[in-house]
């Protein structure tokens, strides 16, 4: 059973856990929802509170409080009471259930008394084991709804009979408003709530004032000139009016930063004595209207926006040099704006959840676009002119030659190099001569980011159940396949995740390393001095390894060493770009291994693809009719409702109607039969009527079966793989 509401010191401490981290994990949404219930417990005098979260289909029971007041002493009741804790915990309700999923559908609240509905109070009753006399239930809504706060009864020392009132209604309304932004912020790191919400969450937690408009407060000049620009700005603290000779009260973004406050009075001789809360976006208002903008020190640029460095780049040629910055200051790549550009475009690309960042030079602009679940999106378009100085900014970040623009190059950044904010990500960089300027193209490698469990991957579950079997196998080589950006690497490693025990010695040959695992002996190759694949295998056989992942097998030594490593006790995972699992094996007999060989270490392969989510919050239903039922009904034998895009979109996927990707598998399992026909080289159009035969589902098949699913489009499965020639 959960505590009640938090001491004033743990408060603070979950506070500042939340607003200090620049990227949030989803594990921090526990933090805000220990905030909440302590406020809405403490604010409200409830004997009962829950709170619940949407997660899928399903309504997750999040926190449960039941008040000391409830069993008055009694040990028994107490225990019953945490034994019903611990149930409603690991309950899981589907969508749409009871009051609490009427609430999450409608996203309005519901408030009933004992008089206003005595049946639904006895059937409350029933479930919680205490007379309810009164239920507030809010929703947590955002864009979309992620949940409900319920609250049963007031203390009886409220004075009110436990019945809530129309007060009561109106402030669990407004702690779930900005609770929700926060908890929406912590589980979908690329939503970003306002300032305000922000600030109006601390000011509530903290239960300091809070200041929406700079007309709020009546600010003292003279304090300000003689306080000074730096002071403000390094510490964060605004003095806004002088209490006493030695004593001031201030504005913060937060209250809770008190090495800032101590910083503060230190460096002015004066005390704070009073707080009031504000947004960042108020603050830096403040700033301007009182101070010229700094062009010295982090302070007064870190957090400059993308579009706003643009806008000076593009206005300064716009204007012909004309404004504060110049033209001619901009086309060197030691220039502050594009310093700051590079900075915001990588910064930018990472929090929107994009893969790749495309830098392209064309006839008359500089186009930036970001790749978001699979498909590029333009961002920018800056003057021609800047290109040169972008381009060797970044070539600087990763250590390549700027005077070579003639030949391709390869690099890596290592971005926490360059800013002060949590993003630890490295990024693969290729640069290479287009007709119109160098192309710079940026891989993102969160550092940050864990591998997914393999039932999270969207196999289905005859396919989960035959990949969890091959990796547990003692030898043999299980090989992965698909286009650059198809989830191959994710998959690997969520396996390696699923079989890494102390007792196994698990090795692995990468270029680059893109997630980091503890428990794993990981290696950079490094082609400039001699280490590639072959020579990495060739050390690890002498190294005592259970299990071998190589990166890629891309030429005739590494697949034959790969071969040997199988067939030798070892179990080795790799993958191979081809376009499904039956032609894997003719790419392997190409390299030069013999097809006994092949059949003799091959446990399987499994070809992949990913295919974007369409949105949940504005799918369309529709029955398939024509060429769209008779694909269904021929890949899967089923025909019914299925889903499209919406072509206006939402909120929630920013117009486009498809959120997040879902993968697909094409998972062919070695056989006697298919043993058989390796070593007897038949044509690959054969090898998958064997494989077919002996139960595995194409890629086809199985976009189809995510269609049925509801998880993606007809339009967007066929777009990334053409229906089966073979039946």
Same mark, same amino acid.
């Given at each position: 059973?959960?505590?009640?509401?938090?001491?004033?010191?743990?408060?603070?401490?979950?506070?500042?856990?939340?607003?200090?981290?620049?990227?949030?994990?989803?594990?921090?949404?526990?933090?805000?929802?220990?905030?909440?219930?302590?406020?809405?417990?403490?604010?409200?005098?409830?004997?009962?509170?829950?709170?619940?979260?949407?997660?899928?289909?399903?309504?997750?029971?999040?926190?449960?409080?039941?008040?000391?007041?409830?069993?008055?002493?009694?040990?028994?009741?107490?225990?019953?009471?945490?034994?019903?804790?611990?149930?409603?915990?690991?309950?899981?309700?589907?969508?749409?259930?009871?009051?609490?999923?009427?609430?999450?559908?409608?996203?309005?609240?519901?408030?009933?008394?004992?008089?206003?509905?005595?049946?639904?109070?006895?059937?409350?009753?029933?479930?919680?084991?205490?007379?309810?006399?009164?239920?507030?239930?809010?929703?947590?809504?955002?864009?979309?709804?992620?949940?409900?706060?319920?609250?049963?009864?007031? #203390?009886? !020392? +409220?004075?009110?009979?436990?019945?809530? $009132?129309?007060?009561? =209604?109106?402030?669990?309304? /407004?702690?779930? *408003?900005?609770?929700?932004?926060?908890?929406?912020?912590?589980?979908?790191?690329?939503?970003?709530?306002?300032? #305000?919400? !922000? +600030?109006?969450?601390?000011?509530?937690? $903290?239960?300091?004032? =809070?200041?929406?408009?700079? /007309?709020?407060? *009546?600010?003292?000049?003279?304090?300000?000139?003689?306080?000074?620009?730096?002071?403000?700005?390094?510490?964060?603290?605004?003095?806004?009016?002088?209490?006493?000779?030695?004593?001031?009260?201030? =504005?913060?973004?937060?209250?809770?930063?008190?090495?800032?406050?101590?910083?503060?009075?230190?460096?002015?001789?004066?005390?704070?004595?009073?707080?009031?809360?504000?947004?960042?976006?108020?603050?830096?208002?403040?700033?301007?209207?009182?101070?010229?903008?700094?062009?010295?020190?982090?302070?007064?640029?870190?957090?400059?926006?993308?579009?706003?460095?643009?806008?000076?780049?593009?206005?300064?040629?716009?204007?012909?040099?004309?404004?504060?910055?110049?033209?001619?200051?901009?086309?060197?790549?030691?220039?502050?704006?594009?310093?700051?550009?590079?900075?915001?475009?990588?910064?930018?690309?990472?929090?929107?959840?994009?893969?790749?960042?495309?830098?392209?030079?064309?006839?008359?602009?500089?186009?930036?676009?970001?790749?978001?679940?699979?498909?590029?999106?333009?961002?920018?378009?800056?003057?021609?002119?800047?290109?040169?100085?972008?381009?060797?900014?970044?070539?600087?970040?990763?250590?390549?030659?700027?005077?070579?623009?003639?030949?391709?190059?390869?690099?890596?950044?290592?971005?926490?190099?360059?800013?002060?904010?949590?993003?630890?990500?490295?990024?693969?960089?290729?640069?290479?001569?287009?007709?119109?300027?160098?192309?710079?193209?940026?891989?993102?490698?969160?550092?940050?980011?864990?591998?997914?469990?393999?039932?999270?991957?969207?196999?289905?579950?005859?396919?989960?159940?035959?990949?969890?079997?091959?990796?547990?196998?003692?030898?043999?080589?299980?090989?992965?396949?698909?286009?650059?950006?198809?989830?191959?690497?994710?998959?690997?490693?969520?396996?390696?995740?699923?079989?890494?025990?102390?007792?196994?010695?698990?090795?692995?040959?990468?270029?680059?390393?893109?997630?980091?695992?503890?428990?794993?002996?990981?290696?950079?190759?490094?082609?400039?001095?001699?280490?590639?694949?072959?020579?990495?295998?060739?050390?690890?056989?002498?190294?005592?390894?259970?299990?071998?992942?190589?990166?890629?097998?891309?030429?005739?030594?590494?697949?034959?060493?790969?071969?040997?490593?199988?067939?030798?006790?070892?179990?080795?995972?790799?993958?191979?770009?081809?376009?499904?699992?039956?032609?894997?094996?003719?790419?392997?007999?190409?390299?030069?291994?013999?097809?006994?060989?092949?059949?003799?270490?091959?446990?399987?392969?499994?070809?992949?693809?990913?295919?974007?989510?369409?949105?949940?919050?504005?799918?369309?239903?529709?029955?398939?009719?024509?060429?769209?039922?008779?694909?269904?009904?021929?890949?899967?034998?089923?025909?019914?409702?299925?889903?499209?895009?919406?072509?206006?979109?939402?909120?929630?996927?920013?117009?486009?109607?498809?959120?997040?990707?879902?993968?697909?598998?094409?998972?062919?399992?070695?056989?006697?039969?298919?043993?058989?026909?390796?070593?007897?080289?038949?044509?690959?159009?054969?090898?998958?009527?064997?494989?077919?035969?002996?139960?595995?589902?194409?890629?086809?098949?199985?976009?189809?079966?995510?269609?049925?699913?509801?998880?993606?489009?007809?339009?967007?499965?066929?777009?990334?793989?053409?229906?089966?020639?073979?039946?």
């Amino acid at each position: 059973m959960a505590l009640p509401s938090p001491t004033g010191t743990l408060r603070r401490s979950l506070l500042i856990k939340v607003i200090s981290k620049a990227v949030p994990s989803r594990e921090d949404v526990a933090s805000v929802i220990e905030l909440t219930a302590s406020k809405v417990v403490e604010a409200l005098q409830a004997q009962s509170m829950t709170l619940y979260l949407v997660e899928g289909n399903e309504i997750a029971f999040k926190h449960v409080y039941y008040s000391p007041t409830l069993w008055a002493g009694d040990p028994a009741k107490e225990k019953r009471f945490q034994e019903t804790t611990a149930k409603l915990l690991a309950l899981r309700l589907p969508a749409g259930a009871g009051n609490v999923g009427k609430v999450i559908q409608s996203g309005e609240p519901l408030f009933f008394r004992q008089k206003d509905d005595p049946q639904l109070m006895t059937s409350l009753a029933k479930t919680t084991g205490f007379e309810v006399k009164s239920m507030l239930t809010v929703p947590l809504k955002t864009t979309i709804t992620l949940g409900a706060i319920q609250v049963l009864n007031k #203390e009886p !020392t +409220a004075g009110t009979d436990g019945n809530f $009132t129309a007060k009561d =209604l109106e402030l669990l309304k /407004e702690v779930a *408003e900005y609770s929700a932004a926060l908890i929406h912020r912590m589980v979908d790191p690329k939503f970003t709530p306002g300032a #305000e919400y !922000t +600030a109006r969450f601390i000011s509530r937690l $903290t239960e300091l004032p =809070l200041v929406s408009r700079a /007309e709020e407060v *009546e600010i003292d000049e003279k304090l300000i000139e003689v306080t000074g620009d730096a002071i403000i700005r390094r510490e964060g603290v605004f003095p806004f009016k002088r209490l006493g000779p030695s004593s001031v009260a201030v =504005l913060m973004t937060n209250p809770l930063d008190f090495a800032r406050r101590e910083a503060f009075s230190q460096a002015t001789e004066s005390s704070i004595e009073e707080v009031r809360v504000v947004s960042a976006t108020l603050f830096d208002a403040l700033l301007k209207r009182h101070f010229k903008e700094s062009k010295a020190g982090p302070a007064a640029t870190e957090d400059v926006d993308i579009s706003s460095v643009a806008e000076v780049i593009s206005t300064a040629y716009t204007e012909d040099g004309k404004g504060e910055v110049s033209a001619a200051d901009l086309e060197g790549e030691d220039s502050a704006p594009v310093i700051q550009l590079a900075n915001r475009i990588i910064e930018d690309a990472y929090v929107s959840g994009a893969s790749d960042i495309h830098i392209e030079p064309m006839e008359k602009d500089l186009l930036v676009r970001y790749r978001i679940d699979g498909l590029c999106q333009e961002k920018l378009r800056l003057p021609k002119q800047v290109t040169g100085a972008m381009v060797a900014r970044l070539k600087i970040m990763c250590n390549l030659d700027i005077s070579e623009r003639r030949l391709p190059q390869d690099g890596r950044i290592v971005f926490k190099k360059f800013t002060n904010k949590n993003i630890d990500i490295d990024l693969r960089v290729a640069t290479g001569p287009m007709n119109h300027g160098e192309k710079v193209v940026m891989r993102i490698l969160d550092k940050q980011k864990t591998t997914l469990p393999l039932p999270a991957l969207g196999f289905s579950e005859e396919n989960l159940a035959k990949y969890r079997e091959c990796i547990r196998q003692p030898y043999g080589m299980i090989l992965h396949c698909g286009p650059t950006g198809s989830g191959k690497s994710m998959t690997l490693y969520s396996a390696l995740s699923e079989v890494n025990t102390p007792d196994v010695n698990i090795q692995t040959a990468e270029d680059p390393i893109e997630y980091t695992l503890p428990g794993l002996n990981q290696m950079q190759m490094n082609r400039q001095i001699g280490l590639t694949f072959a020579r990495a295998l060739r050390c690890y056989l002498r190294m005592d390894p259970d299990i071998i992942l190589v990166g890629e097998i891309r030429d005739e030594e590494t697949a034959g060493i790969a071969v040997e490593a199988a067939l030798t006790g070892h179990l080795l995972v790799s993958t191979l770009h081809t376009n499904d699992a039956p032609s894997t094996v003719a790419r392997i007999g190409e390299m030069g291994v013999e097809p006994f060989n092949i059949s003799a270490s091959l446990i399987c392969v499994c070809a992949q693809r990913l295919l974007r989510r369409v949105c949940k919050g504005c799918k369309v239903a529709y029955e398939p009719q024509g060429r769209e039922k008779a694909l269904l009904e021929k890949a899967i034998g089923w025909s019914g409702q299925i889903f499209k895009a919406s072509p206006h979109g939402c909120p929630t996927c920013g117009g486009i109607g498809y959120k997040g990707r879902v993968g697909i598998h094409e998972l062919m399992t070695n056989s006697e039969e298919l043993t058989e026909a390796i070593n007897k080289e038949v044509e690959v159009a054969e090898l998958k009527r064997i494989a077919m035969k002996n139960g595995m589902k194409t890629l086809h098949q199985d976009s189809m079966l995510k269609v049925k699913q509801g998880l993606t489009t007809l339009e967007e499965a066929l777009a990334n793989v053409p229906p089966d020639l073979i039946t």
